[in-house]
């Protein structure tokens, strides 16, 4: 369980204020999420997924073929963790709701074995993080 106190949230064991800048794409940069609604079905399954593990998504953004989100995560729950949850699990998701990925992915996987992750810090502000996620959108 997790509870807030301000930007500092706590476990039983642990204080702390971890965010971090993840991105992963489609796998063969296939451009499968087109529209607005699947985006936004993307986006509810990786945020139920993440609450479900006591991993927080506060900006998130799914385009055509990636994904980039501001995540947060007590420190017993590592980054490579973080993002081996969310792709392992949306992607058994992903294939019982939408039964025509079957057609670009016949080997089980959705998303690139690799993955792009940055710690907010110093000079590189969540706010700033946040405001890039939103940029990325392709609706401008």
Request: glycine share 4%.
């Amino acid at each position: 369980m997790i509870t807030y106190m301000g930007d500092i949230r706590k476990t039983s064991h642990a204080r702390y204020s971890l965010w971090y800048h993840l991105v992963w794409g489609t796998k063969y940069r296939k451009k499968i999420w087109k529209d607005k609604d699947t985006k936004n079905r993307v986006k509810e399954i990786l945020r139920a997924t993440a609450l479900h593990h006591d991993i927080e998504i506060e900006e998130i953004e799914v385009l055509s073929d990636h994904v980039h989100m501001m995540a947060s995560a007590p420190p017993r729950i590592a980054p490579s963790r973080i993002v081996q949850i969310l792709k392992s699990i949306s992607t058994k998701l992903l294939f019982e709701e939408f039964p025509w990925l079957k057609q670009y992915y016949w080997g089980g996987e959705i998303w690139v074995r690799g993955y792009f992750a940055r710690s907010v810090g110093e000079g590189l502000t969540k706010a700033k993080i946040d405001r890039y996620i939103k940029e990325q959108s392709e609706e401008r």
